[in-house]
């Protein structure tokens, strides 16, 4: 039986909180083992408790949840954060990625959702279906952070070709069979090409291979005639 994923919930909201926690308690797979009412409060019980994911909102006072996310990123590399917003929050979860995040969700979101992308953030990878990651970076990300805290690394200047393509695929919107297919290969070959990227660029998952891609300018924003 696999281990059960600790999870932090962080929002302002009690109402909110008590919600997250609820649609959880019925999971055998999760234990909700604290609930912080602003970032700082979340970084505090982090450093406590060692959640494995931490549900981060992004408005909160006294520190935000971007700036929370930036913090655990930096200070528990093994905690990983998915951020909350509503749909007219999105440059703020784009800021929050660049944080480190692993993705965001609605705060409607189903209970069955929450459990599945909870899931996916714990098995390390981003929680959204690449091509509406894409499609949101695509609207917020036209140029480099100035002060971006996951600059990429010179060693991106060290891709192969088909590293750089399978990239360019990956900020494109397809996933690994679909870019197995672009490129006549395994699926298989994609997720070694994937590990090597990904190594190379130093990110963690696709969200921050997307958000690279664009500020190297290796895709660029569609602009409306």
């Avoid at 999971?27 to 982090?46: M, T």
Wanted: aromatic share 2%; net charge negative; glycine share 6%.
């Amino acid at each position: 039986m696999s281990a059960v994923v600790k999870v932090l919930i962080a929002d302002d909201q009690p109402l909110v909180r008590r919600g997250l926690a609820l649609m959880l308690a019925p999971e055998p797979g999760f234990e909700v083992v604290a609930e912080a009412a602003d970032g700082a409060e979340a970084v505090r019980l982090a450093h406590d408790r060692r959640p494995d994911v931490v549900i981060m909102d992004i408005r909160m006072p006294v520190l935000d949840g971007i700036a929370a996310t930036e913090r655990l990123t930096a200070e528990l590399p093994g905690c990983r954060v998915l951020a909350l917003s509503t749909f007219d929050m999105d440059e703020h979860v784009v800021a929050a990625l660049r944080a480190g995040a692993c993705g965001f969700l609605p705060k409607d979101i189903s209970p069955e959702d929450l459990v599945a992308a909870l899931r996916v953030v714990h098995d390390g990878e981003a929680i959204l279906a690449p091509r509406l990651l894409t499609r949101l970076i695509s609207t917020h990300v036209t140029a480099p952070a100035a002060a971006s805290p996951h600059p990429v690394p010179p060693a991106a200047e060290g891709l192969t070709p088909r590293e750089r393509e399978v990239w360019r695929l990956i900020a494109g919107g397809l996933d690994n069979t679909e870019i197995a297919d672009q490129l006549g290969v395994s699926a298989s070959t994609v997720k070694n090409h994937i590990t090597g990227l990904f190594a190379k660029l130093r990110v963690r998952d696709r969200a921050q291979a997307v958000i690279a891609a664009y500020e190297t300018g290796l895709v660029t924003v569609r602009r409306e005639a």
